[in-house]
C-alpha cells in the first residue's frame, strides 16, 4: 500500500522559509514521481513541484521558481520542499502525492496523496 506523510509545515513570518518532507512508503521509489500540490480553501489544487529521481526530471511552477527547490533522499525515501522567501501568498496546504511514470504538475494524473500540511506565511 502506497503511504506518504507530510510533515514540516507551520507559521513562518514573510521571507522566512520552511522545508516539508514527504515520507513514502510502500513502492520502489525509483519508479514513482512525486510531485507537490497547494490547496487553499475555494480554489483548486495547483502543482507546485514535482520531480522524478531515476531520470532527475524536475518542475516548478512560476510562481515558486528561484524560491522553493524540490529533492530527494532516496535511500530514506523521502522527497522535501526547501520554500525560501515565503510569501502570504503562499499560505496553503500542501500535499505530496505519488504516481507511477514520469513526472507530471497535472493534479489528475496522481492517485497517491497524502493528507496534507498546513503552511501559514504572515506579513
Known amino acids: 500500500e502506497v503511504q506518504l506523510v507530510e510533515s514540516g509545515g507551520g507559521l513562518v513570518q514573510a521571507g522566512g522559509s520552511l522545508r516539508l518532507s514527504c515520507a513514502a512508503s510502500?513502492?520502489?521509489?525509483?519508479?514513482?514521481?512525486i510531485g507537490w500540490f497547494r490547496q487553499v480553501p475555494g480554489k483548486e489544487r495547483e502543482g507546485v513541484s514535482c520531480?522524478?529521481?531515476?531520470?532527475?526530471?524536475?518542475y516548478y511552477a512560476d510562481s515558486v521558481k528561484g524560491r522553493f527547490t524540490i529533492s530527494s533522499d532516496d535511500a530514506k525515501n523521502t522527497v522535501y520542499l526547501q520554500m525560501n522567501s515565503l510569501k502570504p501568498e503562499d499560505t496553503a496546504v500542501y500535499y505530496c502525492?505519488?504516481?507511477?511514470?514520469?513526472?507530471?504538475?497535472?493534479?489528475?494524473?496522481?492517485?497517491?496523496w497524502g493528507r496534507g500540511a498546513q503552511v501559514t506565511v504572515f506579513s
Open positions: 502525492a505519488a504516481r507511477e511514470g514520469p513526472s507530471s504538475e497535472d493534479v489528475g494524473r496522481y492517485d497517491s
Open positions: 510502500g513502492f520502489t521509489f525509483d519508479d514513482y514521481a
Open positions: 520531480m522524478r529521481s531515476s531520470d532527475g526530471s524536475t
